[in-house]
């Protein structure tokens, strides 16, 4: 059974920085593409950034610069290190790892920039 767990989301302020983690078990992980989404109040899911198995990433513009996608094969984890956080980053924080058709989703974690 395929599992990906979100942790490290929360209340910050705007200029702080967060990291989440995606922990995932039940595939191989290293052949999976794993991404960031997030989801705003009354918006669209939208991608922020992706890592493939072997460590190309890709960012939303919105997000150059400020975060940074990696990962750790031996622990079958993704990282999201969120830096100089915005209001407008505030949202649910979703992980999704893909490989061949096959697409699995975490539930998400809450992270909201407000003073």
């Known amino acids: 059974q395929v599992q990906l767990v979100e942790s490290g989301g929360g209340l910050v302020q705007p200029g702080g920085s967060l990291k989440l983690s995606c922990a995932v078990s039940?595939?191989?992980?290293?052949?999976?593409?794993v991404g960031w989404y997030r989801q705003a109040p009354g918006k669209q899911r939208q991608s922020v950034a992706d890592?493939?198995?072997?460590?190309?990433?890709t960012y939303a513009e919105s997000v150059k610069g400020r975060f940074t996608i990696s990962r750790d094969n031996a622990k079958n984890t993704v990282y999201l290190q969120m830096n100089s956080l915005k209001p407008e980053d505030t949202a649910v924080y979703y992980c999704?790892?893909?490989?061949?058709?096959?697409?699995?989703w975490g539930q998400g974690t809450q992270v909201t920039v407000s003073s």
């Open positions: 890592i493939t198995g072997s460590g190309y990433t």
């Open positions: 039940g595939i191989i992980f290293n052949l999976y593409n």
């Open positions: 999704r790892a893909y490989y061949s058709g096959n697409v699995n």
